[in-house]
């Protein structure tokens, strides 16, 4: 009796190993950057026939809006309001926080991937002690928006991505000051020109004072870096060249507050 129940044991076992050996018949191919197996099965074949449906202005990194991008939503503001020279550059680097490349915010930031309530970098910036709240007077808060999407971008698992924007589709017409500029200009610009240590005695902070600014000459000239302007955004990227083109277009609308 004993005997015969081990008998089945041993050839369920068999018939088990042998079924779970068949899934590593499939066949895989080592991806040379990190080495992990790769199943074919899921690899999609280059498109050969020079047409692909999907894009075909050539960009093959096209931007989600449903994910937060590192290197163009986040980055831009941490170094705007954050890795500002006397807080957390390089030089400085205050309490050891050096928010100035991916690296440096995951390590010295402390942010923990997927889990904003508990990264350093988060719980500082919806601190409700002003003493602790980040960035400090006479810097100013971060926005409800901009605050959101560090939470989300911590949510989503605090990645580095980026993303291609497809300037085929730069939209010209009816750019809007609301929606299009002071975004972009509250993400690359606005820490550090505003509050009473404003960069420059130049304020981009409400739309009279941009407005102003842009009027002068002087927003075109820094952000298309042209000859006799600082250019801007300080210690950054250039912004994207349909950003560029758009503020040109509002400006030669005439600035309109829409
Ligand atoms: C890290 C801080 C920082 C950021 C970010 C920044 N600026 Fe500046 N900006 C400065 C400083 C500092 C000056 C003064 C430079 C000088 O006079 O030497 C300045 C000067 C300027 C000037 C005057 C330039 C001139 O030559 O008259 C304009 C306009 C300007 N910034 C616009 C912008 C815009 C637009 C952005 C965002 C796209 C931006 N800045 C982002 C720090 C910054």
């Not at 089945?8 to 779970?20: E, S």
């Not at 066949?27 to 690899?43: A, E, K, R, S, W």
Request: with cysteine.
């Amino acid at each position: 009796m004993r005997n015969k129940k081990s008998w089945q044991l041993i050839i369920c076992a068999a018939i088990i190993i042998i079924a779970a050996n068949s899934c590593k018949h499939e066949p895989f191919v080592l991806d040379p950057d990190d080495m992990t197996p790769i199943d074919t099965t899921t690899v999609t074949p280059p498109d050969t026939t020079g047409s692909n449906p999907v894009d075909t202005s050539g960009n093959s990194n096209p931007c989600d809006s449903s994910l937060v991008y590192f290197d163009t939503q986040i980055l831009p503001l941490l170094k705007s309001n954050c890795a500002l020279s006397g807080c957390h550059d390089e030089t400085t680097a205050e309490e050891g926080i050096i928010l100035t490349s991916y690296e440096k915010v995951i390590q010295t930031g402390e942010v923990k991937a997927g889990d904003p309530e508990d990264s350093d970098l988060y719980e500082r910036i919806i601190d409700s002690d002003p003493d602790k709240r980040m960035p400090p007077p006479p810097n100013v808060a971060l926005t409800q928006d901009q605050i959101s999407l560090i939470r989300e971008w911590i949510a989503q698992g605090a990645k580095n991505l980026s993303c291609e924007e497809n300037n085929s589709g730069c939209n010209l017409d009816g750019v809007s000051f609301v929606t299009d500029i002071q975004t972009v200009i509250n993400t690359n610009c606005r820490g550090c020109h505003s509050g009473s240590a404003a960069s420059g005695g130049v304020f981009l902070d409400n739309y009279q004072n941009i407005a102003s600014v842009a009027q002068s000459g002087r927003l075109y000239g820094a952000v298309s870096h042209q000859a006799g302007y600082e250019p801007m955004p300080l210690g950054a990227n250039k912004l994207p060249q349909c950003t560029i083109d758009q503020i040109d277009a509002w400006i030669k609308a005439g600035t309109p507050n829409n």
